[in-house]
């Protein structure tokens, strides 16, 4: 693996548009090359070598190259947004999509991300060892499909809108969330190690929501069936189960209904 | 003699009454009188002639106060804060015409700008609800032809929309509900009780943010499911009880509001209550429209829709891609996260209206403004440019609260001088094109 | 004016019978001419397909459901909005193009009149002012009549003369071009949440059925005697089994008679008939009858069609068959649009995924295709693909390619998850026809021209006809082997003349050129019941003053209007 480093130099005044910071764009650049990739600031275009020291070089392909970003990011957006493979340790905070549309390798941020990071992860590993902002791993606007694979980890707390529209893969929030937890989810596994505030599972279709922690507000829609002893993400202790949302459809298989399902741990 | 001017429409709020009548003086400069519109309508044409109009544009000097300068001047500041400005707010449109929206979309292209109008504050959590579930809806006259069950949830036509319920939604007697209001029930959803609860046949008081657990409650009991004994507030007897009552309605339909656009959730709250009409159509006919409050939202919501693709916060400022995210190109996060180089406010009031962290970012930045009168935000801005009253002194399109355009009209001469949206926007549209062909793109 | 002679292309020109022949075309003052002088500037069209500019009979390219589509959905330009270097504007959509985009893009393809399938009459402005801002294209859009509360009370009463004064009054307030019919009687029953499957049902209240609606407004159409026919959109729209429906609306035509100075020989044009065209009984057992269908149809002279092929893509359904729109919600979970219309219509959107792992979509894939390749006549057979309903119309070079090309179309056929099935549900597999070019431009040009009552002066390369062109990089002696040649080559014109004027020269939009907005003025004699009926309709049941109801005249600043004198 080949491994470039890029260090902030200047700090953008207006938020740096950052896609082309990721392993597949960067894939068989030197690093000179890397330092004319195109970044935005609105209508200015200007390059990443302008915001960015660059050292070393980027792998023949995504899945050889590692990328480590040093200083303050928290005005970079897009970064890792559309990753395949490869990897990326961000050690700073980062603001919007970091991570977005990623579908393989991993992603690691050693602070805070900002909101919609994650959104429609399809495969790969996404951790961020800070806080996350609201529509973590959420669709995109107005589209049904949402994250549908991979692992994504927080660390600190998310906030709102958290998973929205969730199809598949599996998260992991070892903080709080405030509102809305799998909206509209439609499959996936959503572990929550804190607390939630209010609306977990509102309208969901299928998939699982586990919490160890409390919630302020349960759906009114979540019915309790009994308890079960499960392991999750490396614990073991006894869950209340409920289904739900018995306010919303859910679908059929050989006859049975398949309802979502929320743990909350005794 | 003074002459009366029929069929004009009311450009206040979302209703859009089209019956008002105005008597207007011989030499088409003064209005004398309004017929037929509420006590806002008649004051919106009314204090046209009131005295103390900005007829020129007002330039902010270095010690606070305003001095005139002409139109020419304003405009070639205000290209050149457009093209200067890697990042520029576009804001307002509500209260203008479609005509004029769409030349402020050719400049907003060209010199990179993020076009947003007033969902941005008001219906744009209904806007994002639809965009994630769509809306089973209708135009209003269907609610006079047909409607036996009316359910005003988190809103109160009584005051922000006077006419609707007489116009449309509880009063008029229809091609099928020749009993008028006689012959419709009327539910009145709210944590108090309004001026029109007042007017319901049944007030069902709900606990200040418990939109979204209720609507959730009625989707179970719409589905037969067992309920909690109360959810926000209100005993799971009267929510089975009005789940049965809709289910035996021929047509029902759910108008909404603040309501449920700005407690808690937001947008979910308005998800959820198009997923329950949704729901309610499986058993009978249903539908849920949103109360849009001004004039003509809905219609920059329109131009915004068939020129890029979505209904506000559209990011054209890398002008070579229109792009939508609420929560990154709307206005108060643009704002609050100095996100923008400049600001451009149109038929709009952001000073009153916007959150005053946002206000304070915004008054940081060159901003030009541009409305018939001094309001909240002039008096923060380096440019107030003064244009005709959409409406009254110009006409244009306009779409109402369910979607139907309708052509406002001109009813008097603005004042002397003094140019509309349209022509100003032509203007700076030009000096924008000057500038970029002696700079370079 | 500019004065051009296109040299040396391959000519195909069913007005004049020119199947392929090197033949020079002149341009001069926007029109096709004999000659002109030595200043002309020449196009070399060696090796190259000269048509005319192409014309698509329906899409919904413009007004409120077609909006409400685009807003709705913000995915559907997510990645996909970008803007050209040069003379245009920003572009986005994949299934519910931008207007921007769908001006461009018509013309990059060679297109150069589009007919908005459509219109709901109370929000005509709407479609005007989307037409207004939609590039190069001329266009002209349809009234809906098929669930309008005047319609249902005239035609009960078979008021042939006041149907028609309603409907030219409507022509006239809209600016509207025809007869629109959609799921007649169904939608005004979906305002209470049902429907109309058969032609027999009668509407809620207004006890009249749609076969009365239909041959009504037929007669009235040619009462009138209109520029295009009637054009209908069945009902029982997409279930299995509906071709009984479709043949029992088809033969509604029989026995009526065209009459029209327009040169228009039939009197029902029945869209997307793919989508009628099913048989079986479940989408388990859902098979083809588009040979049945077609049997029918080219027996039967006086009707006109248009595929509504399926194009396997993610797209967009809307339609103003309301109920149809809430059963595929019911049936895909996707978000639903829907609004009803006052005294008028209603509509539907939800988006759909055409796969092609779903037999179900295979089998409606190759329906599209079949109903093209048994039609005897391609001069009453017409290309589209029910924009967006069954496809993007972007996607037209890639149906031209599954049309033209057996081999392109069976690679495709025999890829299919469930190709086993899908083959013994359908006809295509045994069918060897290929589209010529002529027959394409039968299809696409002379064909959907003359159904429009244009075809005097449109659809054809003949002197005096209007200079619409389009010029194909495609060599007919060398035609492309490939599907994804053949999409190139009908993708990106090599020039486009629209109006005598180049807009499009190798793909990149040169010049925005002089749209026109069609619409057809009809005058009948005075009819006081009509005027009557309308002015106490306006007063009791709609929302809008009478006098807020006509488009005004800067909606449509360039207006070519056919004028009908049926004053009789």
């Known amino acids: 693996m080949d491994t470039i480093t890029l260090t902030v130099k200047k700090v953008p005044e207006i938020y740096l548009e950052c896609e082309s910071l990721n392993p597949d764009t960067f894939a068989g650049k030197t690093g000179d090359q890397i330092a004319k990739l195109p970044a935005y600031q609105g209508k200015e275009m200007s390059t990443l070598g302008e915001y960015f020291t660059i050292s070393g070089n980027a792998g023949a392909t995504a899945a050889e190259t590692k990328i480590i970003v040093n200083g303050d990011c928290s005005k970079m957006k897009y970064i890792g947004a559309k990753m395949t493979a490869g990897e990326i340790v961000v050690n700073s905070d980062c603001d919007m999509y970091t991570g977005s549309w990623m579908s393989g390798g991993k992603l690691l941020v050693k602070g805070n991300v900002h909101s919609f990071c994650g959104l429609a992860l399809k495969g790969g590993e996404f951790i961020i060892e800070g806080n996350a902002g609201n529509y973590l791993g959420a669709a995109y606007r107005g589209d049904w499909r949402g994250m549908s694979g991979g692992v994504l980890r927080v660390k600190g707390n998310a906030g709102s809108d958290v998973a929205t529209f969730m199809t598949g893969g599996e998260m992991i929030i070892e903080g709080n969330v405030d509102i809305h937890l799998g909206t509209h989810m439609e499959g996936g596994k959503i572990v929550l190690k804190g607390n939630a505030n209010r609306r977990v599972g509102g309208q969901l279709v299928k998939g699982e929501i586990y919490v160890f922690g409390k919630i302020n507000v349960m759906m009114p829609g979540y019915k309790k069936t009994g308890e079960v002893d499960l392991e999750v993400d490396g614990t073991k202790a006894r869950f209340t189960e409920y289904i739900g949302d018995l306010g919303e459809r859910h679908p059929k298989r050989k006859g049975e209904t398949v309802y979502g399902k929320l743990y909350m741990k005794k | 003699m003074p002459k009366e001017v029929t069929d004009v429409i009311c450009p206040f709020c979302g209703t859009l009454c089209d019956d008002i009548c105005i008597t207007v003086s011989d030499d088409n400069k003064t209005i004398l009188g309004v017929k037929n ?163 319901a046949d049944e007030f069902i008081q709900i606990q200040q943010g418990y939109d979204y657990e209720l609507l959730n409650a009625f989707r179970t009991a719409a589905r037969g499911e067992a309920l909690p004994d109360t959810v926000g507030g209100v005993p799971k007897e009267k929510i089975y009880e009005v789940v049965e009552d809709l289910k035996s309605a021929r047509f029902g339909i759910i108008f909404f509001g603040m309501g449920l656009t700005h407690t808690m959730g937001r947008n979910h709250n308005i998800d959820i209550a198009i997923c329950l009409t949704r729901d309610m159509n499986d058993f009978t006919k249903f539908a849920i429209m949103a109360m849009r409050g001004h004039w003509n939202v809905t219609g920059s919501g329109q131009v915004l829709g068939w020129q890029y693709g979505f209904p506000y916060a559209v990011d054209l400022s890398r002008r070579d891609q229109a792009r939508h995210q609420t929560g990154e190109t709307t206005s108060v996060d643009l704002l609050n996260r100095n996100e923008v180089e400049a600001c451009f406010y149109i038929a709009t009031d952001p000073g009153a209206h916007f959150p005053v962290d946002a206000m304070i970012s915004s008054s940081k930045k060159p901003t030009v403004t541009v409305d018939p009168h001094i309001n909240c935000t002039t008096e923060i801005s380096d440019i107030h440019i003064p244009v005709a009253m959409v409406g009254v002194e110009t006409g244009g399109c306009a779409y109402r609260m369910d979607n139907v355009p309708i052509e406002t009209r001109k009813v008097v001469d603005p004042p002397e001088g003094v140019l509309t949206d349209e022509e100003l926007l032509t203007k700076i549209n030009q000096r924008v094109d000057e500038l970029l062909a002696k700079g370079g793109a | 004016m500019s004065e051009y002679i296109i040299k040396n292309g391959h000519v195909f020109d069913p007005v004049q019978g020119i199947k392929g022949d090197k033949k020079d075309i002149a341009i001069k003052d926007g029109k096709i001419v004999d000659k002109v002088g030595s200043s002309a500037k020449t196009i070399d069209a060696k090796g190259k397909t000269v048509m005319a500019g192409a014309l698509d009979i329906h899409a919904h390219v413009a007004g409120p459901k077609v909006n409400a589509g685009r807003w709705y959905r913000p995915e559907d330009k997510h990645f996909d909005s970008h803007k050209v270097p040069g003379i245009t504007r920003i572009e986005g959509g994949k299934s519910i193009p931008t207007v921007f985009k769908t001006g461009y893009a018509y ?213 103003a068959d309301g109920p149809f729109e809430h059963h595929l919600h019911a049936l895909n979970h996707l978000k639903w649009f829907n609004v009803d219309v006052e005294l008028e219509t209603g509509a539907g959107v939800v988006p759909y995924i055409y796969s092609p792992n779903v037999s179900v979509n295979a089998i409606q894939w190759a329906i599209g295709l079949e109903l093209a390749l048994f039609a005897k006549d391609p001069m009453r057979c017409f ?186």
């Not at chain 3, 045994?430 to 696409?444: G, N």
């Open chain 3, 383 to 568: 290309i589209t693909t029910d924009h967006p309903n069954a496809g993007p119309f972007t996607r037209y070079p890639r149906v031209y390619s599954w049309l033209m090309s057996k081999k392109v179309r069976d690679e495709r056929l025999n890829t299919f998850k469930n190709a086993d099935k899908v083959i013994g549900a359908t006809y295509l597999a045994e069918i060897d026809r290929e589209i010529t070019l002529y027959e394409l431009a039968q299809m696409t040009r002379a064909g959907p021209a003359k159904a429009l009552g244009l075809g005097k002066d449109y659809g054809g390369l003949a002197p005096g006809m209007n200079a619409d062109i389009a010029i194909y990089n495609i060599d007919p002696d060398k035609f492309p082997s490939t599907g994804a040649d053949i999409e190139k080559a009908f993708a990106n014109v090599a020039y486009l003349f629209k109006d005598g004027k180049i807009c499009v020269e190798e793909g990149k939009i040169v010049d925005m050129g002089n749209k026109h907005t069609f619409w057809v003025d009809a005058k009948v004699k005075e009819n006081k019941q009509v005027m009557h009926d309308i002015r106490e309709k306006f007063l009791k049941y709609y929302s809008v003053n009478e006098n807020n109801y006509p488009v005004p005249e800067s909606y449509a600043p360039h207006q070519h209007i056919l004028t009908v004198d049926a004053v009789q």
């Open chain 2, 37 to 199: 519109a509420c006590a806002i309508g008649a004051e919106k044409f009314n204090h046209q002639r009131l005295p103390g109009r900005v007829k020129r544009p007002r330039m902010r000097q270095a010690d606070g106060t305003y001095k005139e300068i002409t139109y020419d001047e304003a405009i070639d500041w205000t290209a050149k804060m457009l093209v200067k400005s890697r990042k520029t707010l576009m804001y307002g449109w509500a209260s203008t015409s479609c005509q004029a929206m769409s030349i402020g979309h050719e400049i907003a292209e060209k010199t990179g700008c993020i076009v947003d109008n007033c969902a941005t504050v008001c219906h744009g959590s209904s806007l994002i609800a639809i965009e994630d579930v769509g809306v089973p809806s209708c135009t209003l006259g269907e609610i006079k032809n047909r409607a036996d069950r009316v359910i005003f949830w988190g809103c109160n036509p009584a005051h922000a929309h006077p006419r609707h319920m007489s116009r449309y939604s509880i009063f008029p007697r229809g091609f099928f509900t020749v009993k008028g209001h006689k012959g419709r029930k009327i539910y009145c959803v709210d944590c108090r009780y309004t001026d029109t609860a007042k007017c």
């Open chain 3, 107 to 319: 013309a990059r393809m060679g297109f150069t009149f589009v007919m908005e399938a459509a219109m709901p009459p109370m929000y005509a402005r709407h479609v005007h002012e989307e037409i207004h801002d939609t590039p190069i294209i001329d266009e002209a859009a349809l009234p809906v009549f098929g669930n309008n509360w005047f319609i249902l009370e005239y035609l009960k009463n078979q008021e042939i003369e006041n149907t028609a004064a309603y409907i030219a009054w409507i022509l006239r307030q809209t600016k509207g071009y025809g007869v629109k019919v959609v799921n007649p009687g169904g939608t005004e029953a979906w305002a209470w949440g049902l429907n109309c499957l058969t032609i027999h049902d009668p509407v809620p209240y207004f006890d009249i059925t749609p076969s009365e609606i239909v041959t009504g407004l037929m007669k009235a159409n040619e009462y009138l005697g209109l520029p295009h026919s009637m054009h209908i959109h069945q009902n029982d729209l997409g279930n299995p089994g509906n071709y009984t429906v479709t043949l029992d609306t088809l033969k509604l035509a029989e026995g009526i008679k065209p009459k029209n100075n327009f040169g228009r020989e039939q009197v029902m044009h029945s869209t997307h008939l793919q989508f009628h065209s099913y048989g079986g009984d479940s989408f388990a057992n859902i098979d083809s009858k588009a040979k049945e269908v077609m049997d029918y149809v080219n027996k039967n002279k006086n009707i006109t069609m248009d595929t509504g092929n399926v194009t396997l893509d993610e797209t967009t359904t809307m339609t």
